[in-house]
């Protein structure tokens, strides 16, 4: 609850929380398995962005699951975790995204590294920006990743 409360201070806009797999434990138990962010765009496309952490999909991080998912809450674009391993992926129009641990923790597929993604959309073109930030233990230093999108007719496609 403290960590929550902070982070409401913080944010400009509302945050969303999903549950995960250790929340059962002692975390936020009533915290929904997805969330969506409705994006009305400017060519009157609306851009849905759905969340969820992942630990329903088995095995971890299976692009036709989560396409799958993709499909049955109409999200264009789904960011999950689970697996700490980040990702960036186009599957059949639909972004699948996963930014990995900021803290590297752990799991039998990442590479312990911290990583994190940015996303950023231009409603008006449809264009979509994303950096995918990780940090190299070994070498001490970040290397960040760009991948461009654009969203139009309801799809979206690799920009270049």
């Known amino acids: 609850p403290k960590f929550m409360n902070f982070l409401n201070l913080i944010t400009k806009n509302n945050f969303f929380v999903v549950i995960g ?35 329903q999909v088995s095995p971890r991080g299976d692009h036709s699951q989560l396409e799958l998912i ?10 999950s975790g689970h697996t700490h391993k980040e990702e960036i992926f186009l599957q059949n129009d639909i972004l699948l995204l996963n930014p990995g641990s900021v ?4 799991s039998f597929i990442a590479s312990g590294n911290p990583s ?29 990743i760009k991948s461009y999108f654009v969203f139009e007719n309801n799809k979206i496609r690799h920009k270049y």
């Not at 929340?23 to 962005?49: C, F, K």
């Not at 993709?70 to 960011?79: A, R, T």
């Not at 803290?103 to 752990?106: F, I, L, P, Q, Y």
């Not at 950023?120 to 960040?144: N, W």
């Open 116 to 144: 994190f993604i940015t996303l950023s959309i231009i409603e008006k073109t449809g264009e979509i920006t994303l950096v995918l930030y990780q940090y190299d233990i070994r070498a001490t230093k970040f290397k960040d």
């Open 21 to 55: 797999n250790m929340d059962y434990y002692g975390g936020n138990r009533d915290a929904p398995v997805y969330q969506n962010l409705n994006l009305s765009m400017e060519n009157y496309d609306n851009l849905i962005i759905g969340l969820t952490h992942g630990h």
């Open 103 to 106: 803290t590297g923790a752990w």
């Open 70 to 79: 993709s499909i049955e809450k109409s999200f264009n674009i789904l960011i």
